[in-house]
């Protein structure tokens, strides 16, 4: 399958990184032709790998991811093209946050709104799927760094697009009793709101590679 990450980050490298390795093609996108670091990461990644702007990697993907800085993804995905998001799952896995005061940042998201909802706003046609936004990069591709097995939640309003995005989670290894359908987009405001106590949980316990685990009496 062709896929477009957008974004040059930790976070784009590390899925593009699975993604290729799992035998799919990706276009990751930067917000210039020629961005050095999506360059090299083409490079180091090998024949299935391309590098280009977010137009490029929008038009490429079957499936586009947003793994951008939340406080830029409006104007990343404005730049990958509203037609060229019109139909396709989008996987966000972004986060808005204010590290301008330090660590940690502010939590920008509220019980009232989500970059998720904003996105869907945004990109009516598009079909946003919020999901991967409260573990980091590694435990994102190997959920197995946490032992024993740990929850991971989807949210958006498209059944269709979450069951796509539930069968590439799988090829991840995350388990089915690890997927969490919340419901629709406005549920992201949950997920996102969460890394408030996920920060708190890293300077607990010195170690991104954390997550939480959902057990009910039922």
Known sequence: MRFGVLGTGSVGQTIGNKLVELGHEVTMGARQAGNEKAVAWA??????????????????????VNATLGTGSLEALEAAGSENLAGKVLIDIS?????????????????????????????????????????NASVMRDPGLIPGGSSIFLSGNDAAAKETVSELLRSFGWSDGDLIDLGDI?????TEMYLALWLSLLRKFGTSHLNIRVVTGA
């Open 186 to 190: 406005t549920t992201a405001r949950g």
């Open 43 to 64: 490079t180091a990644a090998g024949g299935s790998a391309r590098a280009g702007t977010m137009h490029d990697a929008a038009v490429f993907g079957e499936i586009v």
């Open 95 to 135: 986060n808005a946050l204010d590290g301008s005061a330090g660590f940690p940042p502010a939590v920008l998201s509220s019980s009232k709104d989500s970059l998720g909802e904003q996105i869907q706003r945004a990109f009516p046609d598009a079909r946003v799927v919020k999901t991967l936004n409260t573990v």
